[in-house]
DNA sequence: TGAACACTCTATTAAATCGATAGGAATAAA
DNA sequence: TTTATTCCTATCGATTTAATAGAGTGTTCA
């Protein structure tokens, strides 16, 4: 299941993007706009800066805005950075990558057999899809 | 990430399709061989037999044991009754939709385009593996 | 200069979920 | 009748998640 976290992150970034300009835009009105608790979403704005994916400018006329260009966006960096690793099992992760304690030999293992299929597929849709591709026209 | 309860269901599964005769496993026998609390096999056991995945037999020489041929078990159908639902979020799920209270637009939505390819994507996979092809030999 | 504005940071809470365990009931075999 | 095994339900502790609180920091502008 997709944490809210990365569900508001991932609306908030399009929402950022479907601006005409690239000036700051306040966190109310983003919640406002996508219906979020404002709260919540300044924690998970304050990642996204943190990680290079927005800047931001205090006091009047304040707000996010985004720095790259929505097409230089990779949905697997977003990803990893608000719901983390993609893969369903440590043992198949490239990223977060931690052997099974129970499990004796990778290559025997029907999880793993499965679950670094899955990896692989979701990997291609992420690896296809930048920010501006979300974006309906 | 993959529950426990799954990874330890599909390794149980795994473990009797690879068995050379269809008769009764104590569960004490399969959970040391895969490594998984007795106790908390139990359980799982049970959910797969009540969907009808495994027959049971009790008292001495009781056991479980496959009911259909592992060729015949589509991981779809076992992931859905150990883990849910497959789409990462309710409104892309074929099985289990559930309207975004949050989202006015679902064709608009950006998470809704991104989670309907992975649906798509995750789903092919499952439908492609049975019980079979994850035993190797 | 100071007041309003808007992001920053850390801590906390409430609820839900997960993994595991407990302990007896039911059933079958020897 | 004893022993072996599954069946069932309840509960527990730890972790995670979503959300909230509230004081702090820097900006703008009159």
Redesign the interface.
Known sequence: ??SKKT?YG??A??YLASQSKREPVQISQIARH???SQKFLETILLTLRKTGFLGSKKGKGGGYYLIKEPSEIL?TTVIRVLEG?IA??PCVSLNFYEKCD??PDE?????H???L??RD??L???RN?T?AD???E
Chains 1, 2 share one sequence.
């Not at 290559?107 to 999880?111: E, F, G, P």
């Open positions: 299941m997709l569900k991932l609306k970034l399009t996508e219906n979020i949905m690793p369903m099992v129970d499990c290559n025997k293992c029907a999880v057999k499965l679950m299929q899955v597929s979701v291609e849709v992420y899809n920010l979300l974006i309906s």
